[in-house]
């Protein structure tokens, strides 16, 4: 477990490795803000949904202690507030979000209600244990890399180096430690391999349950598109795949790789004002000392994160 004095020291470790109070954690230089700042993210949050259902824990968390079927454009935006405020915010804030990301992770404890893979019925389940953030961890980071290279020019050895290197920093926000995670790339990269493999993945029914609810739930004007679905499946491993029982065919997939063709021919063209989220764009005006936000920014905010700025939560 992940104890409030140990997200302490975890934190004391960020400070030291920060950019800078302004820059925040990882800075403009950063791979990780050359990443997340692309709009693209969006195409991997289904996949690193899934994958996140897939162990257990989180399946059962979600059903017992979320609202994202009451509220779900509600808990879109609560979910990328918490991190683009620790990617993209200053670091007082960076800080700040993740505390309070501890602190909702220590309410979220319960039993599995079946025997799944490894786990047996009535197990217990706990959302600040290690082995599950790092798990939550790796679905974001991997998730994040694999959509960008499906659209933009791939990343060089040298630079998925780097982004890991920011990634295990990444992870301290979480309370993980550096014996915590995987020490370089390749590590990481087999390490993920490995646990889409084994038995702690396994779509369980409330897994089932939460995906069906998410794709096909009962708000039409809510559902993702069908290609959408599609990108989402076809980014799993068949196993988990197959596990969650996605009915896609054919047309199906020609649809998806449509829809990314038809993105990777445009989506570099548009205009970086629209290209980049609005919190990457915060960040920036904030480098530059602008305490006033574009018309553009406040509007891009408030889609990806529900509120005109991202501080104005954190500092309150």
């Known amino acids: 477990m992940v104890s409030e004095s140990d997200i302490e020291l975890a934190l004391d470790f960020v400070r030291a490795r920060a950019a800078g109070p302004v820059e925040g954690i990882f800075g403009p230089g950063s791979m990780t803000w050359r990443i997340d700042r692309e709009a693209i993210t969006f195409l991997g949050a289904g996949r690193a949904l899934l994958l996140q259902l897939a162990h257990p824990w989180v399946a ?5 202690h979320s609202r994202s079927f ?6 879109f935006h609560r979910t990328f507030n918490v991190v ?5 915010g200053s670091l007082d804030a960076a800080v700040t979000a993740a505390r309070h990301l501890h602190h909702r992770h220590t309410m979220i404890v319960g039993r599995l209600p079946e025997a799944i893979g490894r786990f047996e019925s009535g197990s217990p389940y706990r959302a600040n244990e290690v082995a599950a953030l ?4 790796a679905t ?20 998925r180096e780097r982004y890991w290197a920011e990634s295990r920093l990444f992870g301290a926000l979480f309370g993980l ?6 020490a370089d790339w390749d590590a990481f990269a087999a390490y993920t391999a490995a646990m889409m493999q084994s038995d702690t993945l ?4 409330a897994a089932r349950e939460a995906a069906r609810q998410i794709f096909t739930g009962s708000r039409p004007w809510l559902r993702p598109p069908r290609w959408y679905q599609t990108l989402s499946a076809e980014l799993l491993p068949d196993r988990l795949r197959t596990g969650f029982g996605f009915d896609l065919d054919e047309r199906d997939r020609r649809a998806a790789e449509r829809a990314v063709a038809r993105i ?5 063209k548009i205009p970086t004002q629209l290209r980049y989220v609005g919190p990457y764009q915060e960040a920036q005006a904030r480098l530059h000392g602008r305490r006033q936000l574009g018309w553009t920014t406040r509007c891009l905010n408030r889609a990806w994160i529900g509120r005109p700025q991202l501080d104005d939560r954190w500092n309150r």
């Open 134 to 137: 790092r798990w939550v961890h």
């Open 177 to 182: 430690t550096s014996s915590d995670l995987p």
């Open 60 to 64: 059962a968390a979600v059903l017992e």
């Open 70 to 75: 009451a509220d779900p454009i509600g808990r």
């Open 202 to 205: 396994s779509v369980s029914t």
């Open 264 to 268: 990777r021919r445009i989506y570099p």
């Open 84 to 88: 683009f405020t620790m990617v993209f």
């Open 140 to 159: 974001l980071v991997d998730t994040a890399l694999t959509v960008h290279d499906l659209i933009l020019p791939p990343f060089s050895v040298e630079e």
